[in-house]
């Protein structure tokens, strides 16, 4: 079983729609759930974290984690052409090693 | 200055060459990291260097060389690469190697084909 599970898509959605992007994990020591954002030929940025189980908003997105579940989500509200990227679910076990998961490509339709 | 720079953007060398990537942060980060990621693929760690010491190596082919001159740059020297290593090399810093939720701050890469 992999550590982390994501479908890789592609997901196609029209502009303003609500987009929803999952991972399972199978570790529990995981603590710290991070979300990456990759563009086309660019490196993956930082999107945003949450710590434990709970919300995290940030503007048009949210953060979700139910460690009962060992499930992860990131909701995209009023959902942008720009927002057409790979989106890279990225927990973190104890020690300074991300675990990637496959990446889910998002394509936003104007 | 809150990027990591990554020279060159492309590189295209032979089976026979040796090359370099370069790779620098002025952020003051402790902790860099070179990945590998395959079109369509999530990024792979290959080495993590820890206030400029390798701490990890993900059995990385010896043809891959990593080095740490001080805690601004990164390089990883190429020799005798196969076309199947071929892919985007991503150079990442992060603020304290302990600390992994902080994030990481990656470069845009250098595209390698090896012909």
């Known amino acids: 079983q992999k550590e982390v599970e994501q479908d890789p898509g592609p997901l196609s959605v029209p502009e303003g729609a609500i987009v929803s992007l999952n991972c399972t994990y199978s570790?529990?020591?995981?603590?710290?759930f991070m979300w990456y954002r990759q563009y086309s030929r660019k490196g993956p940025e930082l999107l945003m974290y949450?710590?434990?189980?709970g919300n995290k908003e940030d503007g048009r997105f949210t953060a979700q984690v139910d460690k009962s579940s060992k499930y992860i989500s990131l909701f995209i509200r009023d959902s942008q052409p720009s927002d057409s990227a790979t989106y890279l679910c990225?927990?973190?076990?104890?020690?300074?090693?991300?675990?990637f998961g496959a990446g889910t490509r998002l394509f936003v339709k104007a | 200055d809150t990027e990591v720079t990554q020279t060159p953007k492309h590189l295209v060398m032979g089976m026979t060459n040796k090359k370099s990537l370069k790779c620098e942060q002025h952020?003051?980060?402790?902790?860099m990291y070179w990945y590998k990621q395959k079109a369509k693929k999530p990024p792979e760690l290959m080495f993590v260097?820890?206030?400029?010491?390798?701490?990890i190596n993900e059995s990385v082919p010896s043809r891959f060389s990593p080095e740490c001159p001080n805690s601004s740059l990164l390089n990883l020297h190429l020799h005798a690469l196969q076309p199947e290593d071929s892919a985007l090399y991503l150079c990442?810093?992060?603020?304290?190697?302990?600390?992994?939720?902080?994030?990481?701050?990656f470069g845009s890469g250098t595209r390698l084909t090896v012909v």
């Open positions: 260097y820890s206030y400029e010491k390798l701490s």
């Open positions: 949450t710590y434990s189980s």
């Open positions: 990225a927990p973190v076990p104890p020690g300074f090693k991300t675990i």
């Open positions: 952020m003051g980060h402790r902790a």
């Open positions: 990442a810093s992060s603020q304290d190697p302990d600390r992994a939720h902080y994030g990481y701050t």
């Open positions: 570790n529990s020591a995981f603590q710290y």
